[in-house]
């Protein structure tokens, strides 16, 4: 696994092609695949659920599959996913009743677990959690559609982030996911990340393998 980890987002993949799209995605440098679950409660869209998980793993797709649960409730979602091939499970901790309970399934069922933050929300749930998280993932956009712009303020909050990360001595992802591209992938780097969701700055383009490449250049200025 490289340092850097750069996951896109099938959410602006071509749906039709989907397994050929994450075949593609792959082959051009992707680390990881980063899957979006909404549910049109939780977040104002609909998406895809643990059978187009279980379909990319009969496939053949063997990269780790990154669900991003935007559902509400989440419990019966992390069951479904960790039986459909996930291997790691995130969720928002306004979206669960019982956010150690949440956690707790989703490791018993050999999944790395993690939270995710909206731009508004406070990172005060990790507080008596650190122990059970393996990724923090900070929203850069509200949740539910692709293509919108970085909130600039998400660099200070990653900065406060990585800094209850750095002092909770556990080995802890921090993924960004809104409005990354490679224009500005080094900065959201410098502030602390070192996982990043990208979408529309992959999928929109025709060369997905420009764009990574373009993208690990930038980072290899920051370290
Ligand atoms: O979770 C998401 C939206 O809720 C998407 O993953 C995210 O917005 C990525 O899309 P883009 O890179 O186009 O901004």
Do not use: W
Request: glycine share 8%; proline share 4%; with cysteine.
């Amino acid at each position: 696994m490289n340092d850097f980890i750069i996951a896109p987002s099938i959410l602006s993949a071509d749906f039709a092609r989907l397994g050929e799209e994450v075949d593609n995605v792959l082959a051009a440098g992707a680390d990881i695949i980063h899957f979006d679950v909404m549910d049109n409660h939780y977040v104002p869209n609909l998406t895809i659920g643990p059978m187009v998980c279980k379909a990319l793993r009969k496939h053949g797709v063997t990269a780790d599959i990154d669900v991003h649960l935007m559902v509400k409730p989440v419990d019966r979602m992390i069951g479904d996913f960790i039986e459909a091939g996930a291997s790691i499970i995130t969720f928002h901790p306004e979206a669960s009743e019982h956010l150690d309970r949440s956690l707790q399934m989703i490791r018993d069922g050999g999944c790395k677990a993690g939270l995710v933050f909206n731009p508004a929300t406070s990172l005060e749930h990790l507080k008596y959690v650190m122990d059970k998280i393996d990724m923090v993932l900070l929203m850069s956009v509200n949740p539910g559609f692709g293509g919108q712009s970085f909130i600039p303020g998400t660099l200070d909050k990653l900065r406060e982030a990585r800094a209850l990360i750095e002092a909770s001595g556990y080995d802890i992802r921090l993924e960004v996911d809104g409005g990354v591209s490679e224009k500005n992938i080094a900065d959201i780097a410098r502030a602390g990340a070192d996982t990043f969701v990208a979408g529309s700055a992959i999928f929109g383009k025709a060369d997905y393998k420009a764009v990574i490449d373009a993208m690990r250049k930038a980072l290899a200025s920051v370290r």
